[in-house]
């Protein structure tokens, strides 16, 4: 039963097919309880086309402290006009509502809801919320984006994870006008990977830092969101080409420090480096330095760690390696 919470609609599973074409909506969907018996709520907004079409869903704030994909969907959303949309376009500003209440990157059982993707019908309380998040909203989903951005203590560049070995997921990587892109199957308990794997095509947009909104990072996220949308036919448009190519990396992995310390980092996000050039210094708590740490490759620098305080096993750097054909 549908009932209201001021001019928003609440409901329990999502149905577009009983939507009128040409409409916009607002929904709370109930997913769980609290431990008072109360509803968390997650907001989704929909745009349903005149015309027959895709279904794509743009995602945001999985991880509850990832916050600059939320202002990207609110502005897509306020930018799409209803009668030149085909097929419907779902957008979820919060995903992990608790994680976001409690300023937290997990769910509110500390689990990360991107590692147990699909969940459990009968699970515990992340498994649960995960399991109607994708029963009761994202079932019929034939794109997606999922937004994210760096964790705690790190940065990122504006980069694209992508299985750029699906010509159709290629296509949609290389549309977001991004500066890296990584050539990432979707790791098994995403969300990205429990839908590609039942036939959606899906890319992760890894949009700048954690805990803040990043004004330059969200605006040069929203282009290649409009190309996405034009591209496959479902609003009318031009493709707006990039500034500069993105390097384009066949894989790529984080170094870890050794020892503990104080840790400086020293090349930028998107800076190429040389196989043993210096990338980041240690210090001990007198400040002498007592370690340096090398790229162990040539590459480029996808994200790197600002926190200084380092024990042994910390991230230092998240080097991409370029494609042989992207060897600039």
Known sequence: MNTNLGDISVIKKLDI??????SRHRFFVHLVSDGLGLPIYVPVMVAKGIEPGPVLAI??????????????????????????????????????????QLMQREFNDDVDLNHIMPGKADGNNSEIYVYRLLHNVLHNVDFLLDLHTASFGRINSFYVRANMQDQKTADLALLQNAQ??????????????YLTDRSATGITLEVGDPNRFQRGMIRSSLPGISNALAALGMVDGQIEPPAQDPYVCSHSYWQYTDEGGFLEVHPDVTQLVKKNEVIASLRNIFGE????????????????????????????????????????
């Open 180 to 193: 890296i892109i990584v050539d990432s199957p979707a790791p098994v308990g995403t969300l990205r990977h």
């Open 17 to 22: 097919d009983s939507l009128e074409p040409g």
């Open 289 to 328: 330095v007592i370690k340096e740490y090398r790229a162990r490759e040539d590459g480029v620098v996808v994200g790197k760690s600002t926190h200084p305080v380092a024990q042994s096993g910390s991230r230092i750097l998240h080097l991409g390696i370029l494609l042989k054909s992207d060897c600039r």
């Open 59 to 100: 995602v945001a704030a999985v991880h509850g402290n990832e916050l600059n994909g939320i202002p990207i969907v609110q502005r897509i959303f306020s930018e799409l006009e209803n009668d030149q949309i085909k097929g419907t376009i779902i957008g979820i500003p919060v995903v992990n509502v608790p994680g976001l």
